[in-house]
């Protein structure tokens, strides 16, 4: 447990030059992928972030050996001669069933612990079972254990995903590299981060086509067409669009270097429709406002819709709009307990099951704030860089999940941010 606490003071101006680092959820799945190619693979643009470590464990418990040089992370994965994960960690992070397709694709089994629910919902995994089921693999349950395994090999087939769920697809793409024969993903998800996935295991020799649109197709290869790869992971679009709303915020101009600006089309489009200017270059995106923050309707949807991991921050600049801003929650069922804290700090929003009415404020006011997850803790921060006074985001380990040293770049942004010890503030 992190014991750390993070410390604003508000009124501040971002401004400046900011890079991001790889997408958190792009280099999880990149790192299960590796244990496709049975040897050493090479995965650049890496975050320095907790949930990579804890993936790094996953990797370890299995038999590999990873190996970080800055960014850059080396995971052998010759030596794997397990196919379990324990419930210590997927409890920790339950991106750890990503490896789940992974292992079905080299071992045509796998042992993992079932997650349990989560802040921001139930985040069921039927939809793993049901495309896994598909390609052949039998499901047993026992004593809280997944158990996948593959009495008659796996055979290629064609699934009609119900919802475009991120980690069904990625887990069925990567069990479906070695099916025998043609495997149709219908309705997939079509983050960039698929994307990504989909142009390593090319790399690996897979044959994935299609992916980044709802039609992903694979032809299957033996599991010893499959070789390691060295692949560099695409830049965060979420770490971006949290610091183009900090630009938003406090006016900016605020620069993000790392991004390719279509990833973040949505997020742009509704930074436009709220008052702000901005500017896109083949891999920055820069923000700036001089009118008032104007009110916009948002409702989540998978991508290329408005990603969930961007509501918290949007609803932050929705609470200083002119007006009335209604924000839809489509993706997880429970993901409103950011406006909770934020009303503590003055905003006025009104929850009617998955709809937050947002009604401006002038100002919010600085307090001590809990982050509920990951994205509501990056929207503390940059609330008490808004508010009047001091705010003390606590329960940093939400935050180092996902962005890598957010507080310095931030400082290095301008705002007036520090680290200091729980004790240091409490009691
Ligand atoms: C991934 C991202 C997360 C992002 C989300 C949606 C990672 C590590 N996490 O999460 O940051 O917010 O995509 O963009 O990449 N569902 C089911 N059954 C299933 C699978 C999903 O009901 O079998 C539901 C979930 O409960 C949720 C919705 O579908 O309500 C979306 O989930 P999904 O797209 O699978 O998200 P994750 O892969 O968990």
Redesign the pocket.
């Known amino acids: 447990m992190n014991q750390e606490v993070i410390i604003v003071r508000g009124n501040h101006t971002l401004t400046g030059d900011v890079s991001v680092a790889g997408a ?3 280099a ?2 990149l790192m299960a992928a590796a244990l496709l190619g049975q040897g050493a693979t090479t995965l650049h643009n890496v975050p320095l972030i907790s ?1 990579i470590e804890i993936m790094s464990e996953v990797l370890e418990r299995l038999g590999a050996a990873v190996t970080r040089d800055g960014h850059t992370l080396t995971i052998d994965t010759s030596a794997v001669d397990s196919c379990e994960t324990p419930y210590e960690l997927v409890s920790k ?3 750890s069933i ?1 490896v789940l397709g992974p292992l079905i694709g080299r071992f045509g089994e796998a042992r993992v612990a079932m997650p349990g629910g989560c802040q ?11 495309g896994l089921e598909a390609l052949g693999v039998a499901f047993d349950v026992d004593h809280g254990v997944l158990q996948a395994t593959t009495p008659h090999g796996m055979r290629g087939a064609h699934v009609y995903l ?9 887990n069925m793409l990567m069990a479906s590299v070695t099916a025998e024969g043609h495997t149709a993903i219908e309705n997939a ?1 079509c ?1 960039p ?1 698929i994307e990504d996935l989909a142009n390593m295991l090319n790399a690996m020799g897979a044959k994935v086509s299609g992916a980044g649109t709802s039609l992903i197709e694979i032809e299957g290869v033996a599991l010893d067409a499959l070789h390691p790869c060295e692949h560099t992971c695409v830049g965060d679009r ?1 770490e971006a669009g949290t610091f183009l709303v900090g630009g938003a915020l406090t006016g900016g101009p605020v620069t993000v270097h790392g991004i390719d600006p279509a990833f973040l089309r949505m997020a742009i489009m509704k930074l436009r429709a709220m008052g702000c200017e901005v500017e896109c270059g083949p891999d920055w995106v820069r923000v700036s406002r001089s009118e008032p923050l104007r009110s916009v309707d948002i409702q989540t949807l ?2 290329p819709g408005f ?3 961007l509501q918290a921050q949007f609803m932050l600049l929705a609470a200083l709009a002119d007006d009335v801003s209604v924000i839809t929650e489509n ?3 429970n993901r409103f307990m950011f406006a909770a804290e934020l009303m503590r700090m003055g905003a006025d929003v009104t929850l009617d099951d998955h709809h937050a009415i947002v009604r401006g404020v002038s100002e919010l006011e600085g307090a001590p704030v809990s982050s509920t997850d ?2 509501a803790g990056a929207a503390l921060v940059l609330a008490g860089i808004v508010a009047d006074g001091e705010t003390s985001v606590h329960h940093l380990e939400h935050i180092d999940r ?1 962005y890598e040293d957010y507080a310095g770049k931030l400082a290095s942004l301008g705002a007036d941010i520090r680290r200091v010890p729980a004790d240091a503030v409490v009691g």
């Open positions: 958190k959820n792009s999880l799945k949930d992070m339950r991106a990503s921001i919902g139930a985040r069921k995994i039927d939809m793993h079972l049901v119900e919802f475009p769920s991120v980690g069904a697809t990625e998800a983050e981060e979420i998978p991508h990603p969930t991991d993706v997880f069922e990951l994205r996902g």
